[in-house]
């Protein structure tokens, strides 16, 4: 616990401390100002006392009365100070994830589009790349945004990958429009696809969903700024107006300030170069065409009409696509051997970056760089602006659950706790807290030494893929597109599987335990899907399970889950008929996933989709079990 005394307090800072804390007529008085003051320092997750975080505490008194502070009005500014400090730690958003959901009085479609403007604006004209992979595109906001910061900064390269179904330009897709301006920043591809089946009535193809190889059903995009992974913004929301404005939709922003949020990042760009690269997933317009073209004639053939004539279309293929690499950016409060030593470069000595990493030590992450330049001028003026822009300034923490040892060694664990912590992690999967350090060794001591450097919160995302032709699914077109996950299976016992978006949630399903609270709301569902199933097991289970759905297409598994109520089991489903609930998300206490991918067979085994897990993260839950509950009292008993 940090006293007042263990604080740093700035220059602009003190004379401010000094005027609030005289305003305290006892030494009680006096000792609850201090605390309220510790907290604005924490604010953001260090021991420093900014001007701006003691301006906050000094602001919340003087609401409260002028003159001398009595019981009352310390009680009044303790309680404004408190609100304060909670919008500070709000918006400092320190891990880099926040969520937006549609119908709330905001728009998702702007957020998004202002997302994409602020990395440019974190570019500042270095190399940039924005990786999209998407379903539908018909936002003309969208559309527009990408226009001009494709013809304003020739520094971003946009490369899209949609379903084939927006390779038309009816119904107004964007994509056909961006790919006519001609412009080399902007590269799109289609997912190679043929969704038709002969028409007796017809005499001709007719586009039939249940005819598709496999959708290109994600929502979503990943920047990368010169190598280093940027953000990654993913959810259910589609790209259109009508999304933004009819449907319940939701938007999850993870920015890398995390050593979690980092991981997902980098998962999303590597899945999408693999896709990028795969000639039986992604084709160029023209290769896309010519690819219909040859299907539809073969179809006219087949069924006894001449095919039509048709000219092949020049090629348009891009270059093979590499992830860049990251050779320069370094978190200064993080914990990778490449942070320190990426430092020490760019100041010219090791010692110095030594000191950098001792001060953090003492008195906490640096919040920022005019933080850093108070804090260590003689460092600060060593660098130039351009070389600032290199400097991250993460949330000073690692996750227990992803962490390696050399970072957990960083940390401050010794060499064989990080050993016993890796090893339990690998047998057993993720951590559910911190205090959980205790099976393997760690002493509350060191625990409680370590809190605000150490966290349990596990971001993880989950891919499914299926070229054309290809007779089975994967878990993803990427690097890892084969990789395995520790999981809950039936039986509850962890082992290791296949890393799909069904294991994702079904993992999270099967940990439940009796009395436990499940929010799910799903767009599509059907009973035979496998995380369907996972859902009724944990019902029986006695787990309290909750379920909102669409009102189109969902009949079955309302009736399903309405049978397993009538047999006194633990469970309520309501349908949503006002609005279309397009969202694709579950609550299982601290832990949720969310993404492209509805509980349904085609998802978990022909669809391209991706599902993210967050584990252990209280905000997240709390906001995704605030969205459920709005929808919940909007819906009707199934």
């Known amino acids: 616990m940090t006293t007042f005394s263990q604080l740093k307090l700035s220059a602009a800072a003190r004379p401010i401390v000094d005027r609030v804390l005289a305003r305290a007529t006892t030494d009680a008085d006096r000792t609850r100002i201090q605390s309220a003051l510790v907290g604005a320092a924490g604010a953001d997750r260090n021991k420093v006392l ?19 502070l009595t019981p009352d009005r310390i009680g009044l500014g303790l309680e404004g100070a408190h609100v304060a400090l909670k919008s500070m730690s709000d918006l400092g958003n320190l891990d880099g994830v926040s969520n937006v959901f549609t119908l709330q009085g905001k728009s998702v479609e702007t957020r998004m589009v202002k997302e994409l403007q602020d990395a440019v604006g974190r570019a500042n004209g270095r190399p940039m790349e924005v990786n999209m992979l998407i379903f539908e595109f018909q936002s003309d906001v969208m559309q527009q945004a990408i226009t001009d910061i494709a013809r304003q900064s020739p520094n971003v390269t946009f490369r899209v990958i949609a379903d084939s179904g927006q390779a038309s330009a009816t119904g107004g897709n964007a994509l ?12 799109v591809k289609f997912k190679k696809d043929f969704p038709y089946v002969w028409n007796d009535t017809l005499k001709r193809p007719d586009y039939n969903h249940g005819a598709t190889q496999g959708l290109n059903h994600h929502k979503g995009f990943v920047t990368f700024i010169d190598g280093k992974p940027d953000a990654l913004l993913t959810g259910s929301f589609n790209w259109s107006a009508t999304a933004d404005t009819k449907n319940y939709e939701d938007l999850t922003i993870f920015e890398n300030k995390d050593s979690s949020s980092r991981r997902a990042v980098e998962q999303f760009g590597g899945e999408f170069a693999g896709y990028w690269n795969n000639p039986d997933a992604a084709l160029s317009p023209n290769a896309f065409a010519n690819y219909k073209g040859t299907k539809w004639n073969d179809m006219l053939v087949a069924h006894g009409k001449p095919a039509t004539a048709t000219t092949n279309r020049p090629d348009d293929s891009f270059a093979a696509y590499t992830l860049p690499s990251d050779s320069k950016s370094l978190d200064i409060n993080g914990f990778r051997v490449q942070d320190e030593a990426r430092l020490g470069a760019l100041l010219g000595s090791k010692a110095v970056a030594r000191t950098v990493m001792q001060e953090r030590a003492k008195f906490g992450r640096f919040a920022d760089v005019a933080d850093l330049m108070e804090r260590l001028p003689q460092v600060a003026s060593r660098l130039t602006a351009e070389e600032l822009q290199n400097i991250g300034f993460g949330s000073g923490q690692v996750s ?6 050399e970072e957990l060694d960083k940390v401050g664990l010794t060499k064989k706790q990080a050993t016993a912590l890796v090893a339990f992690r690998e047998k057993h999967g993720d951590f559910d807290s911190i205090d959980d350090l205790i099976k393997v060794g760690v002493p509350k001591a060191t625990i409680t030494r370590l809190r605000d450097s150490l966290t349990a919160v596990d971001v993880e995302a989950f891919f499914n893929s299926r070229p054309a032709g290809a007779p089975a699914g994967g878990t993803g077109y990427g690097p890892d597109g084969s990789r395995s996950a520790l999981a809950a299976g039936a039986d509850g016992v962890i082992g290791s599987t296949r890393a799909s978006v069904t294991v994702a949630a079904t993992d999270l399903f ?3 335990k009796a009395g436990q609270e499940i929010d799910v709301a799903m767009y599509g569902a059907s009973p035979s899907a496998p995380e369907f199933v996972s859902l009724i097991a944990a019902a029986k289970r006695g787990a309290v399970v909750r379920v909102v759905l669409e009102n189109n297409f969902t009949a079955p598994a309302a009736a399903a889950l309405k049978a397993l109520a009538a047999q006194g089991y633990p469970v309520e489903v309501r349908i949503q008929k006002a609005k279309t609930m397009h969202e694709k998300f579950g609550v299982v206490g601290n832990d949720v996933f969310f993404g492209s991918a509805n509980f349904s067979e085609s998802s978990s085994t022909k669809h391209s989709e991706n599902r993210i897990t967050v584990k252990n993260h209280e905000e997240t839950a709390a906001v995704f079990k ?10 009707v008993p199934g």
């Open 510 to 512: 099967n940990r439940a």
């Open 626 to 635: 605030g969205r459920f509950q709005e929808i919940w009292t909007k819906s």
């Open 176 to 187: 056909p429009e961006l790919a006519k301006l001609g412009l080399p920043n902007i590269q």
């Open 400 to 405: 227990i659950n992803t962490a390696n040892l």
């Open 50 to 68: 900014s001007a701006q975080e003691v301006q906050a505490v000094a602001d919340a008194f003087d609401s409260a009365g002028t003159g001398a």
